[in-house]
């Protein structure tokens, strides 16, 4: 089969997923359906963008619709792939947080298309009432962002075969890769403390799987972050810590921590802080599979060694985002 069928493929089953239903010439209008089980169907491509959430915002850069964004989440500067990527979304209006969402700034921007969290539903329902088109997003695996991904593009217009198959290529690659090999016992550390780490039902657990690990903590069936004691992180005896995303410790500290002695991972030093100088990959963004793809380059570095993982990265953002990450973005 011809690869350009197997992207025609990829891309309708993505869109199955979603619920979308695009006119016959693949233009508008379309029909969607978004995570919270809402049609919603837009004439025309949409000129002007909010986004809500810093996984569609970076999504709706990868698909190359940064120009039509013309507000986005709070908190932008902490984002460094905006500056990075494209540093003008740093000068637009914000429409708050999930927390704290900004219903009437978000209205004030007149935009064709607003993309919101899933737990920002009240927020939508009363856009809806003003006239605003809202689709709410639920990106939180690597198959929700996939379906995120695919129901962006038929939204807008864009393109998502590209960004599809890079997840499918790298899923791929990597279990080709790691079948077979041995799988060390890896303990994530949360960033608000080393004594809160993710479950199996978090994407940082996936992370870990795919990359080549197995997480000391899939016992943990909770769906956000769990505290958990000293006594339980010396008994599941990790031989890897990683450290998530702009963690407020540092690997030092674990190292140093009396309480911590005796575990494998601070007996070897196989404790690595997951770099943060683009984005949080050990979050469902465009970029996730840099997450799985950096814990395998840690975990089996001799079949896939930290050269080749960051050549791997800048190909990405320079396909995606239009630059190329200097090395010392992509090593902590």
């Known amino acids: 089969m ?12 993505c869109l199955l ?8 010439d ?9 995570a919270a089980g809402r049609e919603v169907t837009i004439e025309a491509a949409p000129e002007r963008l909010v986004s809500g959430y810093y996984i569609t915002t970076s999504a709706l850069i990868a698909l190359g619709l940064e120009d039509e964004l ?12 905006y500056a990075l990527a494209a540093p003008e979304l740093l000068e637009l ?13 978000c209205a004030a921007l007149e935009p064709d298309l607003a993309v919101l969290p899933l737990r920002l539903k009240d927020a939508a329902d009363t856009l809806s ?30 393109d998502a ?47 870990i799987e795919l990359g080549g690990g197995e997480n000391v903590a899939a016992e943990l069936g909770d769906s956000y972050w769990t505290e958990i004691s000293y006594e339980q992180l010396l008994a599941w005896n990790p031989e890897v810590i990683v450290i998530a995303s702009d963690a407020e410790y540092s690997r ?53 060694p930290s050269e080749q993982f960051a050549a791997d990265a800048r190909a990405f953002y320079s396909q995606f985002y239009g630059f190329e990450p200097d090395e010392a973005l992509l090593t902590k």
């Not at 997923?17 to 016959?24: I, L, M, P, S, Y």
């Not at 997003?137 to 379906?147: C, G, H, I, Q």
């Open 17 to 24: 997923a979603t619920g979308v239903a695009v006119a016959e």
């Open 161 to 207: 075969s590209a960004l599809l198959d890079f997840c499918a290529q790298k899923e791929a690659f990597l279990g080709e890769l790691l079948a077979g090999e041995a799988r060390p016992r890896v303990y994530l550390a949360g960033n608000s403390s080393f004594l809160s780490t993710a479950g199996r039902a978090m994407y940082q657990s996936a992370m």
């Open 70 to 81: 013309v507000g986005i989440e709070a908190k932008a500067n902490s984002r460094p792939v």
């Open 26 to 34: 693949g233009g508008f209008p379309v029909t969607v359906t978004d």
């Open 129 to 158: 009432e003003l006239g605003v088109k809202v689709l709410l997003v639920n990106p939180e695996s690597l198959d929700l962002l996939k379906e995120t991904v695919a129901l962006l593009g038929a939204a807008t217009g864009a």
């Open 252 to 304: 030092e500290d674990l190292l140093a921590d009396e309480q911590l002695q005796g575990v494998d991972a601070i007996e070897s030093g196989r404790v690595y802080a997951l770099p943060d100088g683009v984005e949080a990959w050990d979050s469902p963004v465009p970029g996730a599979l840099l997450g799985s793809l950096w814990v395998a380059s840690r975990l089996h570095g001799e079949l896939y």
């Open 2 to 13: 011809k690869r350009r069928s197997l992207l025609a493929i990829l891309l309708v089953v």
């Open 93 to 105: 209006p914000n429409v708050g947080s999930a927390k704290e969402f900004d219903l009437e700034g």
